[in-house]
């Protein structure tokens, strides 16, 4: 194995535990004379923070709804949540020491913190962590800040472990992705951030596995950080066939996640007790994703992202068998409080599947398209957040009047169908950034059923259209 050009010295020979390499012939190695003293000298050897690396992007954009909604809001959409005005959606930092992966033989250890300001911030914070610090649609986030090592223990490639906070390995997009809109699996059907502890090795050359407990989903440790006093679990595993042109992924996540919502009336927290029917330390959640990826050729590629998500512990059902819906009513028409009815949790699910398929034309030009269903059908993990601070409030169990759930409260089932390109011109040398991203897109929405969820210029509409961009500017620091 051949060290990375930054674990090298100027002759080629390895540090840091890497073999050496045999001097070749004529080197320096093999000068002893006087006159090649000066020319035998050699640079110091690099040490641990010759490997850091400093480095962030840029992101703004726009969507333009066709329907021009009387809110302007978006349906469906967390980050893209605003419909006909600019969005700085995120400057991010990165500084990071990573183990170098091809060091499988040696122990390494590193770390890496990122940080955000952006309109983005308001759906990826880490509960209890900078969640109020910003009283605008710009909000700050830690996005990652966690140490690594890699153990060169137990099996043939050792072990890699992460301790601290650091993004969900679940799902086929992350939080930068081929379009700028995301789907509604990456929305409402993944956990996005964990706080805790993961463990991952590659068994084979084939099969990747990893495993890690935390406080749950986007939460820091301790109250208000973690929504509930239990943690949750995610594990899941990598295959590559045929020379890697074929991988699937696939993992879960399991764990109570619902919020100690203890003053969902809004009448002064924390005076009222819990009114859910669950206890939230028992109620499991379950998110299950499966990614399978096709490189079918070096400038296609096509993939598929299957998604089942549960909580054993909303949804409550009276024990009198009627639902909320009908008890609210007969409570405003007889005059009694529907909330000290005794409730049932019966749970929720939802499903559902997208495809992708991505063809490179050259280096400046790449076409994407999506398709997507996803199934909603308890009305429960499609929503709005127009205020700037509801998503939090809802994670938290805190009362958040202005959050909007399906407005003709019932469920549906949607189709997203996206095409877009990704546009990447080549950049001038000398200039401060290293990189330019433009991504524009067309995207249809549609609900299925009769529910008409989304919203337009005067009411209510069973589909929508947009046409969206958004600009990426890279820069490197070190």
């Known amino acids: 194995m051949i060290a990375p050009a930054w674990a090298q010295d100027d002759d080629g020979g390895a540090l840091l535990g890497w073999p050496t390499p045999p001097a070749p012939t004529g080197s320096r190695r093999s000068a002893t004379s ?13 040490t641990w923070l010759d490997a850091l690396k400093v480095d962030g992007f840029v992101d703004a954009g726009s969507t333009f709804n066709f329907d021009n909604p009387f809110n302007k809001l978006n349906w469906g959409h967390l980050f893209t949540d605003r419909a006909n005005q ?8 990165t500084v990071q020491r990573l183990p170098d992966p091809e060091a499988t033989k040696d122990f390494d250890f590193g770390f890496k913190i ?51 906070q650091f993004v969900t390995l679940e799902g086929a997009e992350l939080v930068d992705s081929i379009f700028y809109t995301h789907s509604y699996i990456f929305n409402f059907g993944i956990p996005l951030k964990q706080t805790g502890v993961m463990l991952s090795t590659d068994l084979t050359s084939w099969l990747y596995v990893h495993a890690s407990v935390m406080s749950g989903d986007s939460t820091s440790l ?15 595993l990598r295959i590559k066939a045929f020379d890697d042109k074929l991988t699937i992924l696939g993992t879960t996540h399991i764990g109570p996640e619902d919020p100690k919502q ?19 330390n028992r109620a499991l959640s379950y998110s299950n994703d499966v990614t399978v990826t096709w490189k079918v050729t070096d400038r296609l590629t096509l993939s598929a992202d299957i998604n089942y998500v549960r909580d054993d512990g909303w949804n409550a059902l009276s024990v009198t068998g009627l639902s909320d819906g009908v008890l609210s009513t ?15 949790a019966r749970g ?72 877009g390109l990704t546009i990447t011109p080549k950049i001038p040398k000398g200039l401060p950034f290293t990189g330019l991203t433009l991504r524009p897109e067309l995207r249809y929405d549609a609900s299925l059923t009769a529910a ?25 620091v070190r």
Not at 262 to 280: K, M, Q, S
Not at 455 to 467: L, P, Q, V
Request: proline share 7%; aromatic share 14%.
């Open 34 to 46: 006087g006159s090649d003293k000066k020319s035998d000298k050699k640079k110091p050897p690099p």
């Open 86 to 93: 600019p969005q700085f959606n995120a400057g991010v930092l």
């Open 114 to 164: 990122q940080g955000m300001i952006g309109s983005d911030a308001r759906y990826t914070h880490f509960l209890g962590e900078l969640d109020y610090a910003m009283r605008d649609r710009t909000q700050l986030d830690v996005l990652q800040a966690f140490a690594t090592a890699h153990l060169p223990w137990i099996t043939d490639n050792g072990v890699d472990v992460k301790i601290g």
């Open 222 to 236: 301790g109250w208000p950080g973690d929504n509930n006093n239990s943690a949750s679990f995610q594990a899941g």
């Open 262 to 280: 203890l003053d969902p009336l809004g009448v002064g927290w924390p005076n009222i007790p819990y009114l859910c029917a669950c206890d939230p």
């Open 330 to 344: 007969l409570a405003d028409r007889y005059g009694f409080d529907a909330a000290l009815i005794p409730r049932r």
């Open 348 to 419: 929720v699910d939802g499903y559902g599947v997208a495809h992708y398929a991505s063809y490179k034309i050259d280096d400046v030009l790449q076409l994407n398209g999506r398709v997507e269903y996803w199934r909603d059908h308890n009305n429960y993990f499609v929503g709005a957040y127009p205020g700037y601070f509801d998503y939090n409030n809802v994670e938290h169990g805190f009362y958040a009047p202005s959050a909007i759930f399906q407005p003709e409260g019932r469920g549906t089932s949607y189709l997203e169908l996206t095409a």
């Open 452 to 476: 008409a969820p989304f919203f337009g210029a005067s009411g209510f509409r069973r589909s929508t259209g947009m046409f969206a961009i958004d600009v990426i500017v890279p820069f490197t």
